[in-house]
């Protein structure tokens, strides 16, 4: 199923048209937290992608970062969607994504839909089969960045970050809790994570 996936993947960016715009991007970061949680037992991230994106909206991409958890060692995500902005000036997004973790079976997709206004929104992420939904209210601009967020039976997670230059690379410090949910079998999460990395 994975090396369908890979292929697929491949394919199409083989047929995306050249006129496009294409980037990559990598990220070394002190945890690798998703949702409040730990995805590497508190070592440190390693991360890159690809990136397509289209004048009409559309973009496409592939991002990779190891992983710990769950007999899992490496997470690679598949996505696409549209985004724009409305003549009122409110920013939205709606796409699909893939995260696949090789070898194990934990793979599972979602939809997602996110709007903002002036930095100010909310997204929502919803699997295809089971699992559990996911909602987040952000605040974000150039510097700060601030999210609550819900994910159905895990928990509540908060962010707050701030991005700053460094040396000619992106730079990120935040502050990130997980509360988990009673019965849900995780555990309560907080600490600060430091990242740096760069687009091209």
Do not use: C
């Not at 996505?79 to 194990?104: L, N, W």
């Not at 997709?109 to 992420?125: D, N, R």
């Amino acid at each position: 199923m994975f090396m369908k996936k890979g292929i697929m993947t491949f394919v199409m960016f083989l047929t995306l048209p050249m006129f496009a715009d294409l980037s990559a991007n990598f990220t070394f970061s002190s945890n690798y937290v998703w949702r409040g949680m730990t995805q590497t037992m508190d070592d440190p991230g390693y991360s890159g992608g690809f990136d397509y994106s289209h004048e009409s909206g559309f973009y496409a991409g592939t991002w990779g970062s190891n992983v710990a958890f769950g007999g899992a060692g490496l997470e690679l995500d598949t996505y696409a969607g549209y985004s724009g902005t409305t003549s009122e000036g409110i920013d939205y997004d709606v796409g699909y994504i893939d995260y696949a973790y090789p070898g194990t079976t934990g793979d599972f997709e979602e939809f997602y839909f996110s709007a903002s206004y002036q930095g100010m929104g909310f997204s929502y992420y919803e699997p295809l089969e089971g699992g559990a939904d996911y909602m987040e209210a952000f605040y974000s601009d150039d510097y700060v960045t601030v999210s609550y967020g819900d994910y159905n039976s895990y928990g509540t997670n908060f962010l707050v970050a701030y991005a700053f230059p460094l040396f000619g690379y992106d730079a990120s410090i935040g502050y990130t809790d997980f509360s988990a949910e009673e019965g849900s079998g995780m555990e309560d999460e907080d600490g600060v994570v430091f990242s740096i990395g760069a687009s091209f």
